[in-house]
């Protein structure tokens, strides 16, 4: 393969690889539309300044969709796009992969 065919998938790569931002899709994923406080919880250990973080920069590339109603208090929403349930597969072998590979250890 050349180097401009790989471009693509090198720009893919950097978007979606960051910390947390796999596990955050998986959660989206797998549990549909979820508002900030709820995905928050089920994202363990991950901040909120890195939690927005990371939901802006999916939202500014088309992977999740951001609903917002001016209720008191403000409702927020995450969901994926179509073009984020495209990464479906991908996370569900990489879930496989990983439980093959780390789903009878008892410590990291």
Request: proline residues 5%; neutral net charge; charged residues 25%.
């Amino acid at each position: 393969m050349s180097e401009s065919e790989c471009a693509p998938l090198e720009k893919l790569l950097n978007q979606i690889s960051g910390q947390w931002t796999m596990y955050i899709l998986w959660i989206l994923d797998t549990n549909g539309t979820m508002r900030f406080g709820k995905l928050r919880r089920e994202v363990a250990g991950i901040s909120p300044k890195v939690l927005t973080q990371r939901l802006r920069m999916l939202e500014e590339i088309g992977i999740i969709h951001r609903s917002y109603k001016s209720t008191i208090p403000p409702q927020v929403s995450y969901e994926l796009t179509e073009r984020g349930k495209e990464l479906s597969k991908p996370l569900y072998d990489l879930c496989d992969l990983a439980s093959r590979w780390y789903g009878n250890e008892t410590t990291l």
